[in-house]
């Protein structure tokens, strides 16, 4: 009798299915494995994995941190510490000493959070970089840092111990430094199209957050500028190296989803500070800062001079003179994981709506907000619907006429009832529409509990934070620093270069555009230009 006969499993018997599998040649190593295993649904649950060309197997082994292996130094300015540059300095190996050894000590009393943190860490490869330059406004953060580049603790444990770390007020000053080969932008958005441009022409390689810059004219320059050098360019959409979205790009690859006409992807926070008021405490206090440790006016650049406000400092990206909001804030992560999954190019059309009909304070940014772009000649359409008040979970879905997938930190494949693609193994029991028939990774592996807010959530869920790599947990903005040091070392092409970068930015602009002049725009692929 099998193991697993249940009542669920009676639609389709051993025979039934060792005949629906006839023309597997592998049918030997499904008989095998069952006799074995004595579990039908194990057999039955590889069979379609095998049959559609798709299998578990974890992805490759990520290096050791094997100082032979790691090439040169490579020295880095940082322009921009706050919060994304704190995390980028993390990224490249370096974490605040006291904050490493306080979550040490919680780790080692059995703190399962702390544990996942310090793991996912330790798992970084070392890269062999030393941070020689940090530039911010703010004397807290600049000190900060300069402690971590200073006296950081890398992923082996051992404390980095450089010397001489210099600060710098002003970020021309820092590209100037001749021994500074590549530097890492982390500046609010409305300062990373004339950084990039003046690193390039300063010969600096360049990591430059997301989103890349704020208008058609800069877009255009930044591009020209990064094109006609040698530099290696890599923009901060890390979704590429998320282990779920290679598995995604595979599926779509094989045609396991039939014919793909919709794709909805969404964004969902209800908190203030997912709404990007942020410059108040956990107690309603206000946050650091003043006209006397913030250069207010380096921090305003070339936009409009006003008075210090603490409020737009830390909440700036509510307001369309220093972003692009929800379009350069979340929607920019979406368009870039559906074109590494799809690479489905410029949208032929954008209409954008919605409103700011929750929170009140002052803010540019609409709080309800949706999108829908066509792709006429690629036959789909793509949806983007936001809220920032409602934490209702909604995935990111590519729906073909076969089957549904929806991916995030995991991955999972329901076929339609109706399925022509799939008809006959429906027919037969081998695969239930009503559940997930494949999912990636078989089990979850990635300790969303040990994140610590809901924005922080909110990016995990999305697959935004770790990945999952032979069964270590690894940073994915830790992956794609990785990989832009290694193509300085050596040569290669970034997984966001310029050419992706200039066409995840399209998007973005034409989604903003569309919002902010309340009318439907198109792209002009001939003049390359937004109309």
């Not at 009393?109 to 890269?127: H, P, V």
């Not at 300790?447 to 934070?465: C, M, N, Q, W």
Request: contains cysteine.
């Amino acid at each position: 009798m099998l193991e697993n006969d249940s009542s669920e499993n009676k639609k389709v018997s051993r025979r039934d299915l060792l005949k629906g599998l006839s023309t597997v040649p592998i049918l030997g190593v499904f008989a095998y494995d069952y006799w074995k295993k004595k579990s039908f649904e194990r057999l039955k649950d590889k069979a379609v994995h095998l049959n559609l060309g798709l299998s578990k197997d974890s992805p490759k082994v990520i290096s050791n941190n094997n100082e032979k292996s790691l090439g040169d130094v490579i020295k880095i300015g940082i322009i921009g510490v706050g919060g994304r540059g704190i995390a980028l300095l993390k990224a490249a190996g370096f974490v605040d000493p006291s904050e490493y050894n306080s979550l040490s000590k919680k780790a080692k009393s059995g703190d399962e959070s702390a544990k996942s943190r310090i793991a996912s860490y330790q798992n970084q490869t070392l890269l062999n970089v030393q941070i020689i330059g940090i530039c911010d406004v703010f004397d807290m953060r600049a000190e900060k840092a300069i402690t971590i580049a200073s006296n950081g603790i890398q992923p082996n444990s051992e404390p980095i111990n450089l010397k001489n770390v210099k600060r710098y007020l002003r970020y021309q000053d820092l590209l100037a430094n001749p021994e500074i080969d590549a530097v890492i932008i982390a500046t609010p958005d409305f300062h990373h199209a004339q950084m990039t441009i003046d690193a390039v022409n300063s010969g600096k390689h360049v990591y430059c957050e997301k989103a890349m810059t704020l208008t058609e004219d800069e877009l255009n320059k930044v591009y020209e500028t990064v094109k006609n050098s040698k530099i290696v360019f890599q923009l901060g959409h890390q979704n590429s190296k998320n282990e779920t979205f290679k598995k995604a790009k595979e599926i779509i690859d094989k045609n396991l989803l039939g014919k793909v006409t919709l794709v909805e992807t969404t964004t969902n926070r209800n908190s203030k500070e997912g709404a990007w008021i942020r410059h108040l405490d956990s107690s309603g206090k206000p946050k650091p800062g003043s006209p006397k440790t913030i250069d207010w006016d380096q921090w305003l650049g070339n936009t409009p001079k006003i008075p210090f406000s603490l409020e737009r400092y830390y909440g700036w990206a509510r307001w369309f003179s220093y972003d692009t909001g929800l379009a350069g804030q979340l929607f920019s992560h979406e368009v870039d994981a559906l074109n590494q999954i799809m690479g489905f190019g410029i949208p032929k059309s954008v209409t954008s709506s919605g409103g700011i009909y929750f929170f009140k304070e002052d803010r540019d940014m609409p709080d309800t907000f949706q999108s829908v772009l066509e792709f006429p000649d690629r036959q789909f359409t793509m949806l983007y619907s936001a809220s920032l008040a409602n934490s209702r979970s909604r995935g990111r879905v590519f729906m073909g006429h076969d089957a549904s997938m929806e991916v995030g930190g995991d991955l999972k494949l329901i076929a339609n009832d109706d399925s022509t693609q799939f008809k006959d193994k429906i027919s037969n029991g081998i695969i239930d529409p009503s559940k997930p028939f494949y999912t990636f990774p078989e089990i979850s592996k990635l300790k969303i509990d040990g994140v610590t807010s809901a924005t922080e959530k909110y990016y995990a869920e999305r697959g935004l934070i770790d990945t999952n790599i032979n069964g270590k947990n690894i940073d994915i903005t830790h992956l794609h620093v990785k990989e832009w040091i290694d193509v300085i070392r050596n040569g290669g092409k970034t997984g966001c270069d310029i050419e992706k970068a200039f066409i995840d930015t399209v998007s973005v602009l034409m989604v903003h555009k569309s919002y902010v002049e309340n009318r439907k725009v198109e792209w002009d692929p001939i003049n390359k230009k937004i109309i």
